[in-house]
Nanobody
């Protein structure tokens, strides 16, 4: 299974970005799909996740600003990020989990300037 994350970049505070994570298999194969981030000197943390039933969960700091969604036709999971803040700056990773194994995509850098 391969996951390819893309869509990162440089954005000003208050701006928006959409991250995409394309999977080499049907996303219906995954029990859980999540976006994580890791800022310099910090541990990797869960930002948002979605189950195969469509139940979502978010880190408190992004609630109301970020939205995770999946498109089964494109085998892609998205993270729409609005009203971004400098503290959102990090490398973002997608992780998708089947009942047998987790899979990580390569990170994509997101930088929010103040």
């Amino acid at each position: 299974v391969q996951l390819q994350a893309y869509g990162g970049g440089l954005v000003q505070a208050g701006g928006s970005l959409r991250l995409s994570c394309s999977a080499s298999i049907a996303i219906s194969s995954f029990n859980y799909m999540g976006w994580y981030r890791q800022a310099p000197g910090k541990q990797r943390e869960l930002v948002a996740g979605i189950t195969s039933d469509g139940i979502t969960n978010y880190q408190d700091s992004v609630k109301g600003r970020f939205t995770i969604s999946g498109d089964s036709a494109k085998n892609t999971v998205y993270l729409q990020m609005n009203n971004m803040k400098p503290e959102d700056t990090a490398v973002y990773y997608c992780k998708c989990t089947t009942k047998w194994s987790p899979y990580w995509g390569r990170g994509t850098q997101v930088t929010v300037s103040s």
